[in-house]
């Protein structure tokens, strides 16, 4: 029985070749040996795509001058200062966020130094009452 590397080293000539003509010890190994009969089969897929594609006929003369022509011409080169600023455009919603995340860290700092809170109106306005009234 023949090892995978002596049936892979020989894949390109044993495509060529039909089931029935493959070696006695190459059939009994392929048997046995999915990963071999995988690659073999590939082997003879690949060969029959090259087959096909040579046996396709030329394109007419011209045809690749027509096609080059069909597509659209290229866009003009843009400004050296376009050029210079685009990179800084992607740059904007990573500034964005972090000045958001500066003006909530610098909104928390403030409300915890501020002080006192001042008391509801109302409640001022109860006390101011109740005093007047002794």
């Known amino acids: 029985m023949e090892r995978c590397e002596e049936i892979r080293g020989r894949v390109a000539d044993l495509a060529g070749l039909q089931a029935e003509g493959l ?5 009994q190994h392929l048997a046995g040996c999915p990963a071999c009969a995988r690659v073999l089969a590939a082997a003879r897929v690949a060969r029959g795509l ?6 396709a006929p030329e394109p007419p003369a011209g045809f690749a001058a ?31 966020a972090a000045a958001a995340a500066l003006l909530f ?7 915890d130094f501020a002080g006192p809170a001042w008391p509801d109106a109302d409640v001022m306005l109860a006390s101011v009452m109740e005093e007047n009234g002794r």
């Open 50 to 55: 090259l087959a096909a594609a040579a046996a």
């Open 105 to 111: 860290v610098f909104q928390m700092q403030v409300a």
């Open 66 to 96: 027509r096609v080059l022509g069909a597509l659209p011409a290229a866009p003009a080169p843009r400004g050296a200062e376009e050029e210079l600023w685009r990179p800084a455009w992607g740059l904007l919603p990573a500034f964005a």
């Open 23 to 27: 070696p006695p010890a190459v059939r």
